[in-house]
């Protein structure tokens, strides 16, 4: 997570304006972070790339394989955010909860170590056109019960949802997830 860190101020430090991530609400019951970022695409292009080319710009880091190819999102109410694990494994990262082509994408589930909490969580991608191309809106919840306080993942998940929806971006602008 230390890396990601200092990959969101490095990033956020090259290209003022174009985002804004934050922890807008932490306590020991949950926490809520919403990131905004403006790219150079159609939302129609945007929410392309965000369903059917998840493999091509999520960070590798952040799967359970070691390698994002492995994952996919079903465009359907109930569809699986899912990764192929090897030897036939798998895991169902999120559920499809609510979906608007082009414009919205609602995702159920924790995340990452977050499944084996006792936690529940919102992930909600919001297209909107702008001059110049789309502005992507990103809010995730995550409410429930961690003995350590679930306020002490509120930065981390930050830091993670930053570095990907910046990946998205690089990905979408010029074909490369990787910083620019």
Known sequence: MRTSGLLAVAIMTMAPGWLAAEVVDSSP?????????????PPGDVYQRLIHNVGDWWNS??????????LSIEEKPMGCFCEKL???????LMEVVNLAPGKVL?????????Q???VAGGLRFQISPVEGGSKLEVTYAVGGYLKAGLDTWAKPVDSVLLD?????????????????
Not at 86 to 92: E, F, L, N, T
């Open 116 to 118: 084996a909490m006792a």
């Open 164 to 180: 990907q929806i910046t990946r998205l971006k690089n990905y979408t602008e010029h074909g490369d997830p990787s910083p620019k």
């Open 61 to 70: 880091a952040h799967t359970f394989s070691g390698d994002a190819h492995n």
């Open 29 to 41: 019951s949950g926490f809520t972070v919403k990131l905004a970022i403006t790219i150079q695409a």
């Open 106 to 114: 609602v995702l159920s589930g924790g995340l990452g170590p977050m």
């Open 86 to 92: 090897p030897g036939g494994g798998g895991v169902r």
